[in-house]
């Protein structure tokens, strides 16, 4: 009985590291935009990968295979529900190869009763779910009632337990418990993780974002810019600049100022937002109402209709709490201009900007 416990602890700390490494690459997954069309693969490659490792232990360790559904419940209940019910219904599939691979057949009753689990466990992790409000206990009840069940069709799945739920009752309460332990830790862990994920996220936008506008900040300006590498592809950039913003300044105070910003900023997003490339351009916050905008010009037919439009909307859209009507003045230069360097390319959008606003605000400047 003592080695039968023994190996029981081993297992659980196995099937708790197993489980923390899945559930933070899953959350680490779903913060990545890499944008590759199999990433929507890398998950259940992930999970099937750990359940057949975790099975194999637990057979190893205790000659049968345990808590099976204990990686999807985490998953569910801690990462993303709609994935983890495509994982329940992977479970019994990956477990019917297993049960190959052990002994070397598999009949009917074997795969039907291996499909009923699965359809309980969903049961019960929704119907948990939905009416106990306290995660932990609905996980914890959602456990208990999968390990139930696989104990009571364990005559009918091979590997399951020796004995059954009725004949044995040790086996169920060591299991049960084993369960409720892993699910404790397991959740702890793993929202202390997570946690300093999410603060490691919020130092890294607090230092390439401007907090006021939600843009680029100068620092990432410089690097990608003024310092970075050049790109080998033509490339955009406008100087925007908002026209008499510092006599809202000097009528109405800074903070009223600020509100003028995050409005037109908010402004800047909706219009141009859609027409980024997220992983290469993008908007900074160059000065006090000086923005930069970098775009990939094959994105527009004619760049300078698309800035004259944004400047008819937005002369006629009341900004602040005093409802200031702005305008905003434009220079635009591309890098094939330039062999393709973007500091010079900016350099260039920067005084069409000046040269525009000597002759008058709400002007478009777009070399030619």
Not at 18 to 36: C, E, H, R, V
Not at 310 to 316: C, D, F, G, N
């Amino acid at each position: 009985m003592l080695t039968y416990l023994f190996s029981y602890l081993l297992l659980m700390l196995v099937i708790m590291n197993l489980a923390i490494s899945t559930l933070i690459s899953m959350q680490f997954l779903m913060y990545s935009n890499s944008g590759s069309r199999y990433e929507q693969w890398i998950k259940p490659i992930i999970y099937v990968a750990m359940l057949y490792t975790s099975m194999s232990v637990s057979y190893h360790f205790i000659g049968v295979v345990a808590h099976e559904y204990l990686l999807a419940l985490l998953i569910f209940y801690l990462v993303d529900k709609k994935q983890a019910i495509l994982l329940v219904i992977i479970t019994p599939f990956v477990r019917m190869l297993y049960m190959l691979f052990v002994d070397g057949h598999l009949t009917t009753v074997n795969v039907l009763a291996s499909l009923v689990v699965a359809g309980m466990a969903i049961f019960y992790m929704k119907v948990f779910d939905k009416y106990v409000s306290n995660q932990t206990l609905s996980m914890i009840l959602s456990e208990i009632f999968i390990v139930a069940t696989s104990l009571f069709f364990a005559p009918f799945i091979p590997h399951v337990v020796i004995y059954s739920i009725f004949n044995q009752p040790t086996n169920w309460i060591i299991r049960a418990t084993v369960a409720i332990i892993t699910i404790l830790i397991t959740r702890k862990v793993y929202f202390q993780v997570t946690n300093l994920q999410n603060k490691n996220i919020q130092l890294q936008k607090e230092v390439i974002f401007d907090k006021l506008t939600g843009f680029f900040n100068y620092k990432k300006f410089e690097q990608d810019i003024l310092l970075g590498p050049d790109k080998q592809t033509n490339t955009g950039i406008a100087v925007i600049d908002l026209d008499y913003f510092k006599n809202v300044n000097d009528t109405y105070g800074h903070e009223a100022g600020n509100k003028v910003l995050q409005e037109f900023s908010l402004f800047l997003r909706e219009r141009l937002a859609y027409k980024l490339n997220s992983k290469d351009l993008g908007i900074y916050r160059y000065g006090g109402e000086e923005f930069v905008w970098m775009f990939d010009p094959n994105n527009f037919s004619d760049i300078g209709k698309f800035l004259k439009s944004m400047q008819l909307e937005l002369s006629k859209l009341p900004l602040g709490d005093q409802n200031h009507l702005m305008s905003f003045s434009a220079g635009v230069s591309f890098s094939k201009n330039y062999k393709f360097n973007l500091k010079m390319t900016f350099d260039i959008a920067d005084d069409l900007v000046y040269q525009s606003k000597k002759t008058g605000r709400g002007k478009i400047v777009i070399e030619g």
